[in-house]
């Protein structure tokens, strides 16, 4: 496109030139002479751009070159669409993976074990892809915030390898993982049944 443009460019100026001089110069057997001068430069010109024209790659201008077929470009753009919509989904679940992270461990008493975001399905766009459902993994800190470690109570294990957890332990840690589900489906405004909260000893 630049050596079109350079092409075009060259001639305007050495046409204007030309007239330029044919305008100043007087009558006579002179002027015959510049004219044809003239018009020698003109060629001269277009057979240099010429020149450079058969250098460009003529596959560069879609109006010369091969062309694709329309349902070629069309898959194309579907396939790079894909493409796109996919990393912008996995960017955006990583974020919301760092940031449910962030907001369970600072409060000092859980440990984020697992998050599995699970976001709603678009067809285009991805601002439309909200949080669809929560799956949250998490261990009870124990030196809670403070950091002082607390005395570890001996663990039993049931008939088929399950542990249970001493004393009012256990109704404890899913109390607070009721309050943790609450906490989470209100910040995120999902429905309880949408976020899954499991609290592992």
């Excluded at 001068?37 to 091969?66: E, H, K, M, S, Y």
């Excluded at 929560?134 to 570890?152: I, N, Y």
């Amino acid at each position: 496109m630049e050596e079109l443009r350079i092409m075009v460019q060259n001639i305007v100026v050495v046409i204007v030139l030309a007239l330029l001089l044919e305008l100043l110069l007087p009558a006579g057997d002179m002027r015959r002479y510049v004219h044809l001068v003239c018009g020698l430069l003109v060629i001269v010109v277009v057979f240099q751009a010429a020149g450079n024209l058969a250098r460009v790659r003529w596959a560069d201008f879609p109006a010369f070159g091969a062309r694709q077929p329309i349902p070629d470009v069309v898959a194309a753009g579907i396939k790079l669409r894909d493409r796109q919509l996919g990393a912008a989904r996995d960017s955006m679940r990583q974020a919301l993976q760092q940031q449910i992270r962030s907001l369970v461990e600072v409060g000092g008493e859980w440990q984020v074990v697992e998050v599995e975001p699970v976001l709603r399905e678009v067809s285009d766009n991805i601002f439309q892809a909200g949080l669809e459902k929560l799956v949250l993994t998490v261990r009870p800190l124990r030196g809670g915030r403070d950091g002082a470690v607390q005395p570890v109570e001996p663990v039993q294990m049931g008939p088929a390898g399950e542990q249970k957890l001493p004393g009012g332990q256990a109704g404890e840690l899913a109390g607070k993982a009721v309050r943790l589900k609450q906490q989470l489906s209100g910040i995120y405004q999902l429905q309880p049944e949408q976020v899954v909260v499991r609290a592992v000893p």
